[in-house]
């Protein structure tokens, strides 16, 4: 069956009865129908939260059609409540352009999946419209700032750093022309649009810890310059109480399910390849709060979600992983090893041992914050026993335990090894989890260690507007945030064709961009963009809607 047709053969719980499975009380809950809710934050216990288990769902560098790891992240989560564990999993939430544009939705796969599949890929209970509204209507205020002849705050137009966002996949929008006409339409310059999920907005929610921890964020915003080069906060231009007032349902976690009845938290979700690529700090406490076991993933390979979850997420969230899971996949194996892609679902032992380089990186990566990671091989139909054999073999060389995860095909059933492998983990990383630097080296220093421990680059260069960038963020006392870098997802270098494990190599960081609201700055590497293109065949073309509103196509 199709992910839709197995979710729609599954009968769901009501969300109150799932909420009493990790003691939420009917009075806390408020329902977005029967089978969602948002919960209050007033359920985050900062001492259970230092009891609790904290487990990383990450990958080896992916394939254009990703390795798993939300299918993965769930079916750990079943296995664990299988084995008698108390689990929850916390995870972002889609994003529409993404789901009509290539993945035709997120919500896990087959039978590992979120439910109800279609809400949480369509509008769900409503946070990115939320996140939206709060964008644009900082973008809406600057715009009326340059309109007004007499505003004391003199903004400079080719200064401003704030771009309009939505939630679709539209190149067009990338670089436009607003305030074209009569003077009444406003100040005539160029803007462009961002998707929703990459919007500074969605970032500063992610990382707040409370309500006012979200406004003080949101103030903190640098929307631009003055003609006299001073810059210009979001708290200056007096929109900070407005927009908090827009997000404050925006910020509770979302309470749904997954196949098999057990809890989980949807909430955020920013891109790692552009962002933190993480869901919430109040998500994740929110689980670490109700369960023993908390199972979150970070978006792309571990070259970016997941260095920017123990690098950022965990500093200034006060959080402490206990096991990292990398997802690995046969296929992505043998496209690392040289397979093109009409050949990666054909069988070579040969490309498996090559590729494995690319997974190997990724292991010795984990080891440097302190963590033994456990691998999960998540399967595909095209594997052979001789190759999952061969990876298992290369794994226990670097000291590292591979398991086969079947949650696709058997749900909980097929991670009750996994999840007994990460339980086994999570106690003996217990407390030895450390960032890979200090937040208050120069920038310079904090770009080279991720870009030469993380990613084996042998230099890092910049172009003279990174140069000007870096002065120019020093100067306004911004360089003591940390880095969250915007490269291609596709390979450990800033170059997407070289894929596997890439030597002697040097990346360049073009030009900077700042979340200081958010509280990080962004070296961007090649042609990173904040808009993505639909493809030539958009995932939309394949779903359909009957005259009794049944949905059809979303996987």
């Not at 009075?27 to 809710?37: F, I, M, P, R, V």
């Not at 939300?70 to 972002?92: H, Y």
């Not at 938290?265 to 962002?275: C, D, E, Q, S, T």
């Not at 940390?482 to 997802?489: D, E, G, L, S």
């Amino acid at each position: 069956m199709t992910d839709i047709e197995i979710t729609k053969s599954i009968n769901m719980l009501h969300i109150k009865d799932v909420a009493k499975k990790i003691n939420i009380a009917e009075n806390d809950l408020e329902y977005y129908g029967k089978h969602k809710a948002k919960l209050p934050l007033h359920l985050i216990d900062d001492e259970k939260i230092k009891t609790s288990k904290l487990i990383l769902v990450t990958a080896l560098t992916p394939t254009p059609a990703g390795e798993g790891k939300t299918t993965v992240s769930i079916g750990l989560n079943e296995g664990l409540n299988k084995i008698g564990k108390k689990s929850i999993a916390v995870l972002r939430e889609p994003s529409l352009g993404p789901v009509f544009g290539i993945k035709g939705g997120a919500a896990g796969g087959g039978y590992s999946q979120v439910v109800p599949m279609e809400d949480i890929n369509l509008h769900f209970t409503g946070d990115f419209s939320a996140i939206e509204k709060a964008n644009n209507f900082l973008a809406a205020i600057i715009d009326n700032v340059l309109q007004i002849e007499n505003h004391p705050i003199k903004l400079d137009p080719k200064s401003i750093l704030w771009k309009r966002v939505m939630d679709m996949n539209d190149r067009s929008l990338r670089e436009i022309i607003i305030g074209v006409g009569a003077k009444a339409n406003g100040v005539t310059r160029q803007d462009g649009f961002n998707i929703t999920a990459a919007s500074e907005i969605m970032a500063i929610l992610c990382l707040s810890n409370n309500l006012n921890d979200l406004k003080n964020k949101i103030g903190n915003i640098l929307v631009g310059f003055t003609y006299d080069k001073k810059p210009v906060f979001a708290r200056e231009l007096k929109v900070q109480e407005a927009m908090t007032i827009l997000l404050k349902d925006a910020i509770k976690p979302n309470l749904v399910q997954t196949l098999e009845g057990n809890p989980a938290i949807l909430h955020g979700g920013p891109f790692a390849n552009i962002a933190q690529g993480t869901n919430s700090i109040i998500a994740t406490k929110m689980g670490l709060s109700l369960a023993d076991y908390v199972v979150t993933e970070a978006g792309f390979g571990a070259d970016l979600g997941a260095e920017k979850f123990l690098n950022i997420k965990c500093k200034y969230g006060n959080l402490t992983p206990s096991a990292i899971v990398i997802v690995a996949t046969i296929r992505a194996l043998r496209h690392h090893g040289g397979a093109l892609p009409n050949e990666l679902n054909n069988p070579s032992l040969e490309k498996v041992k090559i590729g494995f380089a690319n997974l190997e990186r990724h292991i010795e990566n984990a080891k440097k914050f302190g963590i033994v990671p456990v691998v999960a091989i998540n399967h595909f139909v095209s594997d052979t026993d001789q190759e999952i054999e061969l990876l298992i073999e290369l794994c226990k060389t670097q000291g590292v335990t591979a398991v086969l995860s079947q949650g696709w095909a058997l749900g909980g059933n097929g991670c009750a090894e996994l999840a007994n492998a990460v339980v086994n983990a999570a106690q003996e990383n217990s407390n030895k989890f450390k960032p890979l630097y200090d937040w208050n080296l120069s920038i310079k220093e904090k770009i080279e260690i991720i870009s030469k421990e993380i990613y084996r680059a042998s230099a890092v260069e910049y172009t003279s507007k990174a140069l000007a960038d870096i002065a120019r963020l020093e100067k306004i006392g911004l360089g003591n945030l940390p880095v969250c870098m915007a490269k291609t997802q596709k390979s450990f270098s800033d170059n997407e064709k070289l894929i596997g494990a890439p030597n002697d190599f040097s990346i360049t960081v073009r030009e900077f961009e700042v979340a200081s609201g958010a509280g990080f700055i962004v070296p961007i590497l090649g042609n990173m963009m904040r808009m993505p293109g639909l493809p030539s065949i958009p995932a939309s073309e394949n779903m359909k809607i009957d005259e009794n509103g049944e949905i059809f196509g979303l996987s």
